[in-house]
């Protein structure tokens, strides 16, 4: 069956005749013009660009190499067919993949319909029939895996069960997958997600939208499904500092921590606002085919750092199977904490934490700093610290392997989870808080722990790095000053200094770890009760390194290890910040009210929890998202707000 809304996209034609409305498949037809032709155009030639370098890289003499989004690329461009189908049959002969595959095949099927000939439509057709896709067992892989199911049950609407991998008629397989996914976008719009702000994991969650987004025929869950789409690049745009996704993380590969802008979202940043450089992306990939037109407010929201801006927002943990904890809630039938998220926002860096704790297995990052580079490809421009946990009970609380076995099943794929040199990790005796330009971290380790030390990363592209008497270390990283002040005193390794990384465990974990992983070096203080602060400047705010050395010094400082750890720290800015491990932290006297804490707040995203309405707002211009009646409307101000 085909969609009202598929075509074909020829090579060098620009489709911008679809710009003139704003996003595809508005609900209320906008009161003004949303579009800036400018920008408009320069999207349509990026996306352009984008596929002539996926149609550049085929070789169509090779039908040994090429994945599913290459096929796609081809069929749809109407290039390389006899190679097109020819990978095609190798790569349906025995699939794998699981939701990995479901999702490019998908688009192998939309966008290269006007291509697939009777023959390519029988193998597609017996690959659905024939091979059982997993699952999977996170928000991603649900929502990728639902997606799936969901448009190629549309393609083939009338099938009884035989028919399908998993014996479900066509229509029980789209409303099993209808109904997970407006779920899923009910709970997100409403409370956060739980795979948040990942540079890594933005992938998925653009893909499986995307597709949603354009070749949907359900008019209601496509419109949904665009909405999410446009909420969640919002949520990447507000955290976007000159295309890197700053401050905290959900999940987090080690060669993303170090080089941000390796990341799948620095792609996504460079195709829909221009920054950074062009990378061969999947999600990027199929947002180009697809002829999607994001509003070009996304554009404006992601580049505008002409003022700086604190933007807060909720998110939540991972379903939680095990040890819940006191400060858990049950929400659609499953338990899971709130995240508590703080970004600070200038043209020279950003800044962004969470409280700390364990808010996502394995693969968290409580806080970092990025600082702004025009092209930040080979930059490891970062500044972070961490205490490298793991043990059983974080395993068990997220996954449902046995307390002997969780560890080793987890670090069969995630390879340096249970490695002391590692550099994303979330902790039950962290507690972090910040307040604008200044990160605090208070650790109170238990005896017995496997790793009580904390890793701080210095990158090797900083420059300036003093360690001073004081105390303080001191560092510069593109336009941005540092200044890192350990509770204890530690000592210089190498970042690899278990060599795990640089000897190739893990496969593509590790993959050129000699260009993105040497050269940088972690301070490694260890104590049971320990802490840091970590105050940022940009060098327009100083005469120089010297007096912004000076002023540091200068600042109220007083800290504590013993019976537990606290601080009381006056900032650059002239704000008391004062902790106390285990007690809620307080700025200028007055302790910070988590329960009052936003969906969303800033300049540019807003959003109360549980209301299920959500605002973009730069300028003139505001577009309301309200997913509890399907309804997205735009409205222009005469005057800024």
């Known amino acids: 069956m085909k969609s009202p809304f598929s075509f074909r996209l020829v ?104 291509n697939l000939a009777p023959e390519d439509w029988a193998v597609i057709r017996e690959a659905w029939k024939t091979y059982f896709p997993y699952r999977g067992d996170t928000e991603n892989h649900w929502l990728m895996y639902y997606a799936s199911i969901y448009l190629a049950a549309e393609v083939w609407p009338d099938l009884p069960g035989s028919e399908w991998y998993n014996g479900k008629t066509s229509a029980e397989n789209r409303a099993e997958a209808k109904a997970y996914l407006l779920e899923s976008i009910r709970i997100t719009t409403a409370y956060g997600r739980g795979e948040y702000d990942s540079p890594n994991y933005i992938d998925p969650f653009v893909s499986a939208l995307t597709l949603l987004a354009v070749w949907c025929e359900d008019k209601e869950l496509r419109h949904r499904a665009e909405m999410m789409l446009e909420i969640d690049l919002a949520d990447f745009a507000v955290e976007n500092i000159g295309g890197v996704y700053g401050g905290a993380h959900s999940r987090i590969y080690p060669k ?99 409280q700390g704790g364990l808010l996502q297995p394995i693969q968290q990052q409580t806080w970092s700093l990025n600082w702004h580079e025009e092209k930040p490809l080979g930059i490891a421009s970062t500044f972070f610290a961490l205490h490298p946990y793991y043990s059983p009970l974080e395993g068990t609380m997220f996954f449902g392997a046995e307390w002997d076995t969780v560890v080793d ?131 327009h705010e100083f005469e120089s390194f010297a007096a912004f050395m000076a002023a540091v010094k200068a600042l109220p400082l007083t800290f504590s290890l013993q019976p537990t750890v606290a601080v009381s720290f006056t900032t650059l800015a002239g704000t008391t910040l004062e902790g106390t491990y285990g007690q809620t932290p307080r700025i200028n006297g007055e302790p910070i009210d988590y329960d009052a804490w936003p969906l969303y707040e800033g300049p540019f995203l807003k959003g109360v929890r549980g209301e299920n309405v959500l605002e973009l707002q730069h300028g003139q211009e505001t577009r309301r998202l309200d997913f509890k009646s399907n309804q997205l409307t735009t409205s222009v101000s005469p005057t800024a707000r």
């Open 11 to 114: 090579p060098g034609l620009l489709i911008v005749g679809l710009l003139a409305a704003g996003p595809l498949f508005a609900a209320t037809p906008p009161t003004a013009p949303l579009t800036d032709g400018p920008l408009a155009a320069a999207f349509q030639e990026r996306r352009q660009e984008l596929i002539a370098a996926y149609l550049e890289r085929t070789d169509p003499a090779n039908l040994e190499r090429g994945g599913l989004h290459d096929v796609a690329v081809n069929f749809a461009q109407g290039t390389n067919l006899a190679w097109a189908r020819g990978r095609l049959r190798a790569l349906t002969e025995s699939p794998r993949g699981a939701m990995f595959w479901m999702y490019p095949m998908v688009l192998v099927m939309q966008a290269g319909r006007d």
């Open 256 to 354: 993303h921590t170090i080089q941000p802008a390796l990341a799948a979202s620095s792609a996504l940043a460079w195709l829909l606002w221009g920054q950074g450089e062009m990378q061969l992306n999947g999600s990027a990939l199929i947002v180009a085919l697809s002829g999607y037109a994001p509003p070009t407010i996304l554009q404006r929201i992601a580049t505008d750092r002409s003022e700086s801006y604190v933007h807060r927002e909720l998110k939540r943990t991972r379903w939680r199977m095990r040890h819940a904890g006191p400060e858990s809630i049950e929400l659609a039938g499953h338990r899971t904490k709130e995240v508590y998220k703080y970004s600070y926002m200038t043209a020279d860096y950003m800044v962004g934490s969470t």
């Open 409 to 539: 099943l987890i670090a069969r794929s995630k390879v340096d989870y249970n490695s002391p040199d590692k550099l994303m990790s979330g902790s039950p005796h962290e507690q972090v808080f910040q307040h604008e330009s200044t990160v605090i971290g208070l650790y109170d380790i238990p005896a017995g722990t496997t790793f009580p030390h904390l890793n701080t990363f210095f990158s090797r592209d900083l420059v300036n790095r003093t360690e001073d008497p004081s105390g303080w270390i001191f560092a510069q990283g593109g336009t941005t000053y540092i200044a890192y002040r350990p509770f204890v005193a530690g000592e210089w390794r190498p970042t690899d200094w278990t060599g795990l990384l640089a000897g190739g465990a893990g496969a593509w974990i590790s993959s050129g770890h000699h260009e993105w992983g040497t050269g940088h070096q972690v301070y490694v203080s260890e104590s049971p009760t320990n802490g840091y602060i970590a105050q940022f400047a940009a060098e």
